[in-house]
């Protein structure tokens, strides 16, 4: 049997109901009494029920949005905007409150996931771009919170996830490639630690096995889904390779941008020289010239599904688990066949 909220007034040396106020952010606490609180809560591994807790104060639950990396400009983020837009549809029909808070690395290590929630008044939370090695992600394994994330798995009772079949996606893709012809693939990855670079990569030796093709570990460069990063590496395995490549897929859009961009100031022809293909979608894509070839995710639609998932765990009329959204891969100006 767990802890009780006795447990921790007795700990603490005050009365449960203090305790109360204490969790529901009442600010006549003061501050050594508060940390008391907290710290008697932790040692006891106390959480309290947040759902139950809005319950009897008769609050509209609170619906976070909690996303990472955006204070450092990371550039995967920019998908933000669409997400919003899907959760933000489904809240405002469901009449739910919901607020987006962005975070860092700096502020992470100063505050707990739980202790962010709690001085949020969150009931639930929506995480995009909270990496799996991050001691965030580590304790919302933990913290009993209703969780839902975006395109890495979250596998607690009070959790689940949403992304598209990001494994199936990239095979797909290097598929294509490699049965119109092309044979000297190059793949431009993402962050290592991320659970969607190691998913999407799976994909790609999928189709690789499959079709019986090799591909060498030199022709796996690591654009960290930056642009520019992406862009430096392509120059220079094109100045050191001796073989140009005649495709070249990426893990993510903002990666293909800058591999078209370098390929281009070395005289190569998209796609005459050289095929490209992205994965995401992202809308300035079809502006590039020639546009961009790419595994299309729809983030509106993960985001209205993440809220409603995220809804039923904090009225615990539902469970979390996995869901998947469909991908389409559009073929269009920066792919041709070889054949």
Same mark, same amino acid.
């Given at each position: 049997?767990?802890?009780?909220?006795?447990?921790?007034?007795?700990?603490a040396g005050v009365t449960t109901g203090t305790v109360s106020?204490?969790?529901?952010?009442?600010? @006549?606490?003061?501050?050594?009494?508060? /940390?008391?609180? /907290? @710290? &008697?809560?932790?040692?006891?591994?106390? /959480?309290?029920?947040? $759902? &139950?807790?809005n319950l009897a104060g008769k609050k509209v639950p609170n619906m976070g949005l909690i996303i990472s990396g955006i204070l450092e400009g990371d550039e995967k983020d920019i998908h933000a905007f669409q997400l919003l837009r899907g959760i933000l549809g489904y809240t405002r029909a469901k009449n739910l409150e919901m607020a987006m808070y962005a975070t860092d690395s700096a502020m992470q290590s100063t505050e707990s996931y739980t202790d962010f929630c709690m001085r949020h008044s969150i009931s639930g939370t929506i995480l995009c771009g909270i990496r799996t090695d991050d001691t965030y992600f580590q304790e919302l394994m933990r913290s009993g919170i209703p969780t839902v994330a975006i395109d890495f798995p979250v596998e607690t009772g009070k959790g689940g996830w949403v992304s598209i079949d990001n494994r199936a996606a990239a095979a797909e893709a290097v598929q294509a490639l490699l049965t119109s012809g092309h044979r000297k693939i190059v793949v431009m990855s993402g962050i290592d630690s991320a659970d969607v670079t190691l998913v999407r990569m799976q994909g790609v030796m999928d189709a690789c096995r499959d079709a019986g093709y090799e591909l060498p570990a030199d022709r796996i460069l690591q654009?960290?889904? $930056?642009?520019?990063?992406?862009? $430096?590496?392509?120059? &220079?395995?094109?100045? $050191?390779?001796?073989?140009?490549?005649?495709?070249?897929?990426c893990l993510s859009d903002l990666m293909a941008l800058g591999v078209m961009r370098a390929l281009k100031e070395t005289g190569l022809r998209i796609p005459e020289d050289a095929s490209v293909i992205g994965f995401d979608g992202i809308y300035i894509g079809d502006m590039c010239q020639p546009p961009l070839a790419t595994v299309q995710q729809d983030m509106c639609a993960m985001g209205r599904e993440a809220a409603r998932m995220l809804h039923s765990l904090m009225r615990e009329t539902g469970a979390g688990g996995h869901y998947m959204i469909p991908h389409q891969l559009k073929l269009k100006g920066s792919f041709q066949a070889r054949k």
């Open positions: 049997m767990g802890a009780t909220i006795q447990d921790v007034a007795r700990m106020r204490a969790f529901n952010n009442y600010q @006549d606490i003061r501050p050594e009494t508060r /940390r008391r609180i /907290r @710290d &008697a809560a932790e040692v006891l591994g106390y /959480r309290p029920n947040i $759902s &139950a807790r654009g960290q889904f $930056s642009q520019e990063e992406a862009y $430096s590496r392509m120059k &220079a395995y094109l100045a $050191s390779c001796p073989e140009v490549p005649d495709a070249v897929f």
